[in-house]
């Protein structure tokens, strides 16, 4: 009986560790990102939508570089918790710029998206080009990190285009998953910083 419970008292104990929160963004407001690093136009767009009836439409405007959009933000984590964020992506053009694909950075101060301690690093893939494919990373947070910038890091020339869609981030529960429209939505805040509102 005794080792019954301690399996029982395991089994909640893992339970509760991996307990994790969904959030899912589709650009159906106004809201397009929540920052970016390097010269990049972000907007909202009806056609090509992957779901709902809008998508980002990101251009490139960077002579140089590959400009990033800051598309989620991940607050209050610690080592060994796991984020997975996924997107849909959309160019037409195969083994050829524009292309995109889902990054990280590393992000130390839950109050300034701008504050980037070092590439978290993302997805090799830069997609096949031939419309809608699914971009998706698993991030395991270490070195003391407390946050995940989520970026959209695009490839390309200036004024070329690629489009963003249905954006979702999984994390720990005791995390705070932030998109474009999370000051406005309390469904993306933590029970804790729920309460605190009220």
Same mark, same amino acid.
């Given at each position: 009986?005794?080792?019954?419970?301690?399996? *029982?008292?395991?089994? &909640? #104990?893992?339970?509760?560790?991996? #307990?994790?929160?969904?959030?899912?963004?589709?650009?159906?407001?106004?809201?397009?990102? !929540?920052?970016?690093?390097?010269? /990049?136009?972000?907007?909202?767009?009806?056609? +090509?939508?992957?779901?709902?009836? $809008?998508?980002?439409?990101?251009?490139?405007?960077? &002579?140089?570089?590959?400009? $990033? *959009?800051?598309? @989620?933000?991940?607050? @209050?984590?610690?080592?060994?918790?796991?984020?997975?964020?996924?997107?849909?992506?959309? %160019?037409?053009?195969?083994?050829?710029?524009?292309?995109? =694909?889902?990054?990280?950075?590393?992000?130390? %101060? +839950?109050?300034?998206?701008?504050?980037?301690?070092?590439? *978290?690093?993302? $997805?090799?893939?830069?997609? +096949?080009?031939?419309?809608?494919?699914? #971009?998706?990373?698993?991030?395991?947070?270490? @070195?003391?990190?407390?946050?995940?910038?989520? $970026?959209?890091?695009?490839?390309?020339? +200036? @004024?070329?285009?690629?489009?963003?869609?249905?954006?979702?981030?999984?994390?720990?529960?005791?995390?705070?998953? =932030?998109?474009?429209?999370?000051?406005? %939505? !309390?469904?993306?805040?933590?029970?804790? #910083? /729920?309460?605190?509102?009220?």
């Amino acid at each position: 009986m005794k080792s019954l419970l301690v399996l *029982a008292l395991l089994f &909640a #104990a893992s339970h509760f560790a991996l #307990a994790a929160t969904t959030v899912t963004f589709g650009w159906e407001g106004t809201e397009t990102i !929540l920052g970016n690093y390097g010269d /990049i136009i972000a907007s909202i767009d009806t056609d +090509p939508v992957h779901g709902g009836s $809008q998508s980002l439409k990101l251009v490139d405007d960077d &002579a140089t570089g590959t400009p $990033q *959009a800051y598309v @989620g933000w991940v607050v @209050g984590l610690s080592d060994g918790d796991e984020v997975t964020a996924s997107f849909w992506r959309y %160019d037409v053009t195969p083994a050829a710029a524009p292309s995109c =694909r889902i990054w990280g950075g590393w992000n130390d %101060d +839950p109050n300034d998206i701008m504050n980037y301690a070092g590439s *978290a690093s993302g $997805q090799s893939d830069y997609g +096949p080009g031939t419309g809608w494919d699914l #971009a998706e990373y698993t991030w395991i947070v270490e @070195g003391g990190h407390s946050g995940l910038v989520i $970026q959209v890091r695009t490839y390309s020339e +200036p @004024g070329a285009t690629v489009w963003i869609d249905d954006l979702t981030i999984t994390a720990p529960e005791t995390a705070e998953i =932030r998109t474009p429209s999370y000051s406005m %939505d !309390l469904s993306t805040d933590t029970w804790a #910083a /729920i309460k605190a509102t009220f």
